[in-house]
């Protein structure tokens, strides 16, 4: 068995912010797309601006998908959204299971199984 750790320590408060933040960040530049390719079609020289726009979009996303991988987990320091080569943006880390608003909701008395839980803890 693990031993116990809390989900909602207030220790983790900075790292959960940075974790939802990377996370609208990443959610915004993907939203951003539609609305901004549609102004862009509608000008004059849409050619040209359909290029800025895709190429500037492309930019952002690839930013924004590198810092939602690299956040940290607070609790278990592992990457929050990366197990190995797989980015998967779920509202739980993907090796200890702390959620996403650990800091702002009740706390679990029993952490829910993480979804890939690492394979060293063996006992
Ligand atoms: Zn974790």
Same mark, same amino acid.
């Given at each position: 068995?693990?031993?116990?750790?809390?989900?909602?320590?207030?220790?983790?408060?900075?790292?959960?912010?940075?974790?939802?933040?990377?996370?609208?960040?990443?959610?915004?530049?993907?939203?951003?797309?539609?609305?901004?390719?549609?102004?862009?079609?509608?000008?004059?020289?849409?050619?040209?601006?359909?290029?800025?726009?895709?190429? +500037?979009?492309?930019?952002?996303?690839?930013?924004?998908?590198?810092?939602?991988?690299?956040? &940290?987990?607070?609790?278990?320091?592992?990457?929050?959204? +990366?197990?190995?080569? +797989? #980015?998967?943006? #779920? &509202?739980?880390?993907?090796?200890?299971?702390?959620?996403?608003?650990?800091?702002?909701?009740?706390?679990?008395?029993?952490?829910?199984?993480?979804?890939?839980?690492?394979?060293? +803890?063996?006992?």
């Amino acid at each position: 068995m693990d031993e116990y750790k809390p989900t909602n320590s207030p220790d983790y408060i900075p790292g959960l912010k940075k974790v939802r933040s990377r996370r609208l960040f990443l959610w915004l530049v993907i939203i951003v797309y539609l609305p901004a390719m549609m102004l862009a079609l509608d000008s004059p020289d849409y050619k040209t601006w359909v290029a800025v726009v895709f190429v +500037t979009w492309l930019v952002l996303l690839i930013v924004a998908v590198a810092f939602a991988c690299l956040v &940290r987990c607070p609790r278990c320091g592992n990457c929050f959204h +990366t197990h190995g080569p +797989t #980015f998967l943006p #779920f &509202r739980r880390c993907l090796h200890c299971s702390l959620h996403v608003n650990a800091d702002k909701r009740a706390p679990e008395e029993h952490s829910p199984q993480a979804r890939f839980p690492d394979q060293e +803890t063996d006992d």
